[in-house]
C-alpha cells in the first residue's frame, strides 16, 4: 500500500471590507483586477502567484507563491484555492499570475464561475517582450471559457489540477487586520534662479528633479511636487491612503499657499503604429492658469 504525504500549508488571508464594487457585476469586478495588475507590472514588472475572492461585503487576497517549499507544490495550491473556491459565501473567485504560452511571457487571470461544475473564464495578456522591453503590456487582453481542468489552456491547467492532493483538514485563525497605513517621505528643496512659468514650466522643474532621481534607480511610489515662494516640496507615497487620491493632494496643497503642483506617477503609454513603452507621467498646474 502507498505510504500518504501530508504536506502541511500555512498561508496568510487578508480580508478586507469591500468598497466601490458590486460583487455580482462580473464585469466591473473584472475590469478593476486588470486595472490593478497593469499598475502593479508597469511598476514593479512582475505579477504574484494570487488568488482574489469577493463575498456580499468583503474581499480577500491570499499570496501563494512564497508559502511552500518545492515539491507537490502546484497540486497543494491547486486544492487549497478550489477549497476557498466552493465556500458557500464567495460570489466571485479569482487566481492570476504568470506564465508561458508558446515561449511568450503573459499574465493570466482566471475566474471560477461554477466550483461544482468547474466552469472558468480565462483573460490573457502578452507582457514584457521586444522593443518595449519589460514592465508593459504588450498585447490586448483575450479572452476564453470552457469547463473542466482539461479545456484550460496547458499552462494554466496546474492552476486547477488538484491530482492526488487532498485537503483532510482546514482552520482558519481570523485576526483584526488594521487598516492599511501609507508610507510618506516629505522633503524640501530650494529653487536658484528663475522659475520657468506656467504648467509647462512647472512639469519642466518637477521633470528636471525626478530625470536627476531615475539615474539612481528606477521610480518605485507616486510623488507631488508642490513649489511655494521658491521651495519645492516632495511628497513620495506608498500603499494605500485612507482617503481618495484627490483629497490627500488637496489637504496637502492647501495647507498653506501653493503656486504649483505636479503629480509624478510611472505608466505606460502607446502611440500610433510604435510598441507600448514604459513611461513617467507629470500633471502639472500652476495657480496663474
Request: hydrophobic fraction near 45%; proline fraction near 6%.
Amino acid at each position: 500500500m502507498a505510504e500518504e504525504t501530508k504536506t502541511k500549508m500555512k498561508a496568510k488571508i487578508r480580508r478586507r471590507p469591500l468598497t466601490g464594487l458590486d460583487p455580482t457585476d462580473g464585469d466591473a469586478v473584472r475590469a478593476s483586477i486588470v486595472h490593478d495588475i497593469e499598475a502593479h507590472f508597469a511598476l514593479n514588472r512582475n505579477i504574484a502567484d494570487l488568488g482574489r475572492f469577493f463575498g456580499a461585503t468583503w474581499e480577500e487576497h491570499i499570496d501563494f507563491s512564497p508559502e511552500l517549499e518545492e515539491g507537490g507544490r502546484e497540486e497543494s495550491v491547486a486544492a487549497l484555492f478550489r477549497h476557498l473556491a466552493a465556500r458557500p459565501d464567495a460570489i466571485r473567485r479569482y487566481r492570476e499570475g504568470e506564465a508561458v504560452i508558446d515561449r511568450r511571457r503573459v499574465i493570466g487571470l482566471l475566474e471560477v464561475l461554477d466550483p461544482g461544475k468547474l466552469a472558468w473564464r480565462l483573460d490573457v495578456v502578452r507582457v514584457g517582450e521586444g522593443e518595449a522591453g519589460c514592465g508593459v503590456v504588450v498585447s490586448d487582453w483575450t479572452q476564453t471559457a470552457g469547463e473542466g481542468v482539461d479545456a484550460l489552456p496547458e499552462a494554466f491547467r496546474e492552476w486547477l489540477d488538484v491530482g492526488k492532493a487532498q485537503i483532510s483538514e482546514f482552520e482558519m485563525r481570523a485576526k483584526p487586520t488594521p487598516p492599511p497605513k501609507p508610507y510618506l517621505n516629505a522633503a524640501v528643496f530650494e529653487i536658484g534662479g528663475t522659475i520657468p512659468p506656467g504648467a509647462r514650466g512647472m512639469a519642466e522643474l518637477v521633470g528636471a528633479v525626478t530625470d536627476a532621481e531615475m539615474l539612481k534607480g528606477p521610480m518605485r511610489a507616486m510623488l507631488l511636487f508642490v513649489l511655494r515662494d521658491h521651495t519645492l516640496e516632495r511628497w513620495e507615497v506608498w500603499g494605500e491612503l485612507p482617503c481618495e487620491l484627490i483629497e490627500f493632494i488637496r489637504a496637502v496643497v492647501q495647507h498653506s499657499k501653493a503656486e504649483g503642483a505636479a503629480l509624478v506617477h510611472p505608466c505606460t503609454v502607446t502611440f500610433l503604429e510604435e510598441p507600448t513603452r514604459r513611461a513617467v507621467a507629470v500633471v502639472a498646474q500652476r495657480d496663474n492658469e
